[in-house]
């Protein structure tokens, strides 16, 4: 199932280039009080969720994809979490490039650890990224992101797929520069979460996507999760390994090698097979 948050908080399934409006099934979602529980209440109880979301589908009258404004697919993340160097060809191309490097010395994954971006910085597709700083570097960064679907902590890699429920299109805005990477990486509007959250039976394999993005029409990206230092199973237990997640936590895998500077007025396009495509409007903040 795809599933998206569109216009103003409505809940849809995609279905071709058609969206069916599913939001009575929120109506299932138990009221809540303070204090919440960690995690997106949505995908918490995606599971319950999705068999009434299927029948309203059936029913509801269609609408083009084209007219609507996609939001991010996860509305409360408890976190966004971060893979720093996670391909080998971006490892080499950050290291030969000290605007990105700024004199850190790159090392492997496993060393580095994974980093935090603030969730305020999380917006959908439609939303676009509002450039800061627009006299420094801001890159892109396509990549594949996992939403955790169900709670957990050391998760052995031959059971983190049990703790999945999808998959999206990252972008991992940067702004490059001295300053630490949870702060460069959570502008507002620099993590891109869309263009809908694909659950994890229409992707049997996330170590084998073809990955791509384009800055107005011209590509920059293009690789295949298969180049992923560690593949989907083997974050989650290396993340896990540090702290626990919980349902609607974003893992952004990690870029490859082409990464790059946008400007306001530019348009990136970014698509991974069996996700989607999505398109994002750089404007100045
Ligand atoms: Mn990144």
Same mark, same amino acid.
């Given at each position: 199932m795809k ?8 809940? #849809?399934?995609? /279905? ?10 929120? $109506? ?64 080499? $191309? ?32 439609? $939303? ?15 990549? @594949? ?13 031959? /059971? ?9 299109? !990252? ?27 694909v659950t994890k039976d229409e992707v049997?394999?996330?170590? /084998?996507?073809? @990955?791509?993005?384009?800055?107005? #029409? ?54 991974? $097979?069996r996700? !989607? ?9």
């Amino acid at each position: 199932m795809k599933l998206c948050r569109f216009d103003q908080n409505r809940i #849809g399934v995609i /279905r071709g280039d058609q969206i069916h409006d599913v939001s009575a099934a929120l $109506e299932l979602l138990p009221s809540l009080r303070w204090p919440l529980p960690l995690g997106d209440q949505l995908v918490t109880e995606l599971d319950r969720l999705r068999p009434e979301m299927e029948r309203l589908a059936d029913r509801a009258q269609p609408q083009p994809l084209a007219g609507v404004k996609l939001l991010s697919p996860v509305a409360n993340p408890g976190k966004i979490i971060g893979a720093p160097i996670n391909y080998n060809d971006h490892i080499a $191309e950050a290291m030969s490039d000290q605007t990105i490097a700024h004199g850190r010395d790159l090392k492997s994954i496993g060393e580095t650890g994974m980093f935090l971006k603030a969730t305020s910085s999380l917006v959908g597709p439609s $939303e676009g990224v509002a450039q800061r700083f627009v006299d420094r570097r801001n890159d892109h960064e396509a990549e @594949l992101a996992i939403i955790i679907g169900k709670s957990g902590t050391n998760i052995p890699r031959d /059971r983190a797929l049990d703790h999945v429920a999808g998959y999206a299109i !990252g972008l991992d805005m940067t702004v490059r520069g001295p300053e630490l990477v949870c702060f460069r990486k959570s502008i507002d509007t620099y993590s891109v979460l869309g263009p809908w959250l694909v659950t994890k039976d229409e992707v049997p394999d996330p170590g /084998r996507l073809d @990955l791509k993005l384009w800055v107005n #029409g011209a590509i920059r990206q293009n690789s295949n999760t298969r180049y992923l230092v560690y593949d989907v199973p083997r974050l989650i237990e290396f993340t896990t390994s540090y702290y626990s997640v919980q349902p609607g936590d974003i893992i952004m895998s990690g870029t490859p090698s082409g990464v790059g500077p946008v400007k306001p007025g530019d348009v990136m396009t970014v698509e991974i $097979e069996r996700i !989607g495509r999505m398109e994002v409007r750089v404007r100045a903040a």
